[in-house]
């Protein structure tokens, strides 16, 4: 279902300590072409998104210290991802995001990019970057 879920320049947030929120598979995210965000809080806090992610708009991905975990290589949304952005209800103190397998990121023709503002965070492992 792709529009279970429609971000329209609104968010989603786990700012919960030891809890991770998982989005099943089957709620679709549509972002609108004003775009979303996602992110997680405290330490411990993270969520799991298992659904597909589609629609023109940009992911913004911010909050704090946990793990924003992208889990579905059907993901085509176009706007591309920001780490580290500031968004509804939200800042872009940190923004951690992990890429729970391959091919999560939209790439290719008409798919905008990864953008990493200088708070967003690798948790200290980038060491390169190839993108192609």
């Known amino acids: 279902m792709?529009?279970?879920?429609?971000?329209?320049?609104?968010?989603l947030q786990n700012d919960d300590g030891n809890y991770?929120?998982?989005?099943?598979?089957?709620?679709?995210?549509?972002?609108?072409?004003?775009?979303?965000?996602?992110g997680a809080g405290y330490e411990g806090g993270s969520m799991r998104v298992d659904s597909p992610i589609t629609g023109s708009g940009m992911l913004g991905v911010n909050y704090e210290f946990s793990p924003l975990i992208l889990n579905n290589p059907a993901n085509d949304?176009?706007?591309g991802t920001v780490l580290g952005t500031n968004g509804p209800g939200a800042n872009a103190i940190g923004g951690l995001?992990?890429?729970g397998?391959?091919?999560?990121?939209?790439h290719g023709a008409g798919?905008?990019?990864?953008?990493?503002?200088p708070w967003g965070?690798?948790?200290?492992?980038l060491q390169t970057v190839t993108l192609d």
């Not at 792709?2 to 968010?11: M, Q």
């Not at 798919?111 to 503002?117: A, D, E, Q, T, V």
């Not at 965070?121 to 492992?125: A, H, K």
């Open 20 to 38: 991770l929120m998982a989005i099943h598979a089957n709620r679709g995210i549509t972002l609108s072409p004003r775009g979303g965000f996602l």
């Open 121 to 125: 965070s690798f948790n200290n492992t």
């Open 101 to 106: 397998q391959d091919e999560v990121l939209p």
């Open 97 to 99: 995001l992990r890429l």
């Open 111 to 117: 798919k905008g990019g990864l953008s990493i503002n």
């Open 77 to 79: 949304y176009s706007g």
């Open 2 to 11: 792709p529009d279970a879920i429609l971000l329209d320049n609104g968010g």
